[in-house]
């Protein structure tokens, strides 16, 4: 109908909660090296962990290994997304955080 608002307020929310999430990322990487845990070593625990468990459930989905033979692509897009995050998470630990989160 013309002259009606489109009702945006789910957008607004889902905008919201990605700058909070995004916004707040950087605070357990700095308490964590803080106490001497270096970032890169944090994401690795975190990304093995993340392995394991989605690891476990493909394996009582019963997802099929081979799916990732059929897109090879896919490795290079997991490489790339695991390599920005690396780059992320050491940045705001020892950069300026305000800078990092808004590149």
């Given at each position: 109908m013309p002259g009606t608002v489109p009702h945006t307020s789910w957008a607004v929310a889902a905008l919201l909660l990605n700058a909070f999430v995004w916004g707040l990322s950087w605070w357990p990487f700095k308490q964590l090296e803080s106490q001497g845990l270096h970032p890169l070593w944090t994401t690795a625990i975190v990304y093995g962990l993340s392995f394991m468990v989605m690891a476990l459930w493909g394996k009582l989905a019963r997802i099929p290994r081979g799916a990732w033979r059929a897109h090879p692509g896919l490795w290079w897009l997991l490489i790339a997304s695991g390599l920005t995050n690396v780059g992320f998470n050491?940045?705001?630990?020892?950069?300026?955080?305000?800078?990092?989160?808004?590149?």
């Open positions: 050491w940045a705001v630990t020892v950069g300026d955080v305000v800078r990092v989160v808004l590149l």
